[in-house]
């Protein structure tokens, strides 16, 4: 079978969205299966490797989300199915490649949508939440719903945004992670200064919430508890982070892209923050429990479903509440959280999520073909 994955705002540094295809299309490919992927680029180009084909297509930056880029020129897409024509299209995106995909289904392509995003959360924090935006919203889930065959959220809150829709179905499958990347230090060393070293990986944007970690560092700071943040990601929000942060103990390491090192942050921590309100998993959450670290997290969004009270801690999104959620968690065992922690995360592998997939794909051939 040979796989298309199609996406937008795929590029060097974005996040969950590259890590999950990459480790899927692995997958498929060992497998059996072929696997191309088509993302924005600078340029019109494509790549050979001996795992898969990559199509970049030449896209503008989206002003306002620090250097993402979306496909606009629909026919270079069309063109390239045309080409190198898929048996299924793997879809990560609900905008500009929702149509194009969709008039290759009338060819009798599946598609399948991995929900990486809530469109009423991504519209909501931009615009704000009004009833003209909700019943926007009831539009977009409406024209995406009836364009694919079916529909992978990795959480019930991802997949609740299609409850009120008249929806194929969806399949619930949780994202993995790399277990031997991420995993903790055999004997876990601490700075021996009294000073708690926290963690957060998150894009630095208004949607993501970084500046509650940096305020809850504040607080934390200004009560007498000795801690120091490091920040790992970048974004349009940077700048202004920064700038609050001055006098505070915290670092700012921009974008990371070795993601040993990354892993050596989160290992490092005693604590990870995952400020997002509004993520359908929380994928460098679960690096951080992987990796021996417990975690806070909102109370909204999905991240509260990947936790136990055992692993981390659910707080309000504010900087008191999260201040006061991560001085609990220090006052917990470190080395017994810390098995916890991984423990928990290794239940969430990418061969698991590949197996799920695979299953999803295949019956939905199945089903296309007996409706033939």
Same mark, same amino acid.
């Given at each position: 079978m040979h796989i298309m994955q199609l996406a937008n705002f795929h590029g060097p540094r974005s996040g969950g969205i590259r890590v999950a295809l990459d480790e899927l299309a692995r997958r498929y490919i060992?497998?059996?299966?072929?696997?191309?992927?088509?993302?924005?680029?600078?340029?019109?180009?494509?790549?050979?490797?001996?795992?898969?084909?990559?199509?970049?297509?030449?896209?503008?930056?989206?002003?306002?989300?620090?250097?993402?880029?979306? $496909?606009?020129?629909?026919?270079?897409?069309?063109?390239?199915?045309?080409?190198?024509?898929?048996?299924? $299209?793997?879809?990560?995106?609900?905008?500009?490649?929702?149509?194009?995909?969709?008039?290759?289904?009338?060819?009798?392509? +599946?598609?399948?949508?991995?929900?990486?995003?809530?469109?009423?959360?991504?519209?909501?924090?931009?615009?704000?939440?009004? +009833?003209?935006?909700?019943?926007?919203?009831?539009?977009?889930?409406?024209?995406?719903?009836?364009?694919?065959?079916? $529909?992978?959220?990795?959480?019930?809150?991802?997949?609740?945004?299609?409850?009120?829709a008249s929806s194929p179905p969806v399949h619930l499958i949780p994202l993995g992670v790399d277990l031997d990347c991420f995993r903790p230090e055999p004997v876990h060393q601490s700075r021996g200064d009294g000073c708690h070293r926290l963690v957060t990986a998150v894009r630095l944007s208004p949607e993501k919430c970084p500046e509650l970690a940096v305020e809850a560092v504040r607080l934390l700071s200004n009560s007498g508890c000795r801690v120091h943040l490091d920040v790992l990601g970048d974004g349009p929000l940077r700048r202004d982070l920064a700038v609050a942060a001055q006098g505070l103990p915290i670092t700012f390491h921009g974008h990371v892209a070795d993601r040993d090192m990354v892993a050596r942050h989160l290992r490092a921590a005693a604590v990870a923050i995952a400020p997002g309100p509004s993520e359908t998993f929380g994928l460098a959450a679960l690096e951080a429990l992987a990796s021996g670290t417990p975690i806070v997290v909102p109370r909204s969004g999905a991240l509260p479903e990947l936790i136990t009270p055992r692993v981390g801690l659910a707080a309000e999104s504010t900087p008191a509440a999260f201040a006061d959620a991560i001085r609990r968690v220090l006052t917990w065992n470190r080395a017994q959280a810390r098995r916890d922690a991984r423990s928990h995360a290794e239940s969430f592998t990418w061969d698991s999520a590949a197996a799920s997939m695979l299953d999803v794909f295949h019956k939905v051939q199945t089903h296309r073909t007996v409706a033939a």
């Open positions: 060992d497998a059996g299966h072929r696997c191309t992927l088509v993302i924005p680029g600078e340029d019109d180009s494509v790549e050979e490797s001996p795992s898969r084909r990559v199509y970049r297509v030449g896209a503008p930056v989206i002003p306002g989300l620090g250097g993402y880029r979306m $496909i606009l020129d629909r026919s270079s897409v069309k063109n390239i199915l045309e080409t190198d024509p898929p048996d299924l $299209i793997e879809l990560s995106d609900k905008t500009t490649l929702l149509g194009v995909s969709h008039r290759w289904r009338a060819q009798a392509t +599946p598609i399948i949508l991995i929900s990486h995003e809530r469109l009423d959360a991504v519209l909501t924090g931009v615009i704000g939440d009004h +009833p003209p935006v909700r019943a926007a919203v009831r539009r977009l889930n409406r024209r995406v719903t009836d364009r694919v065959d079916a $529909i992978v959220a990795a959480s019930r809150f991802a997949a609740s945004e299609f409850d009120q």
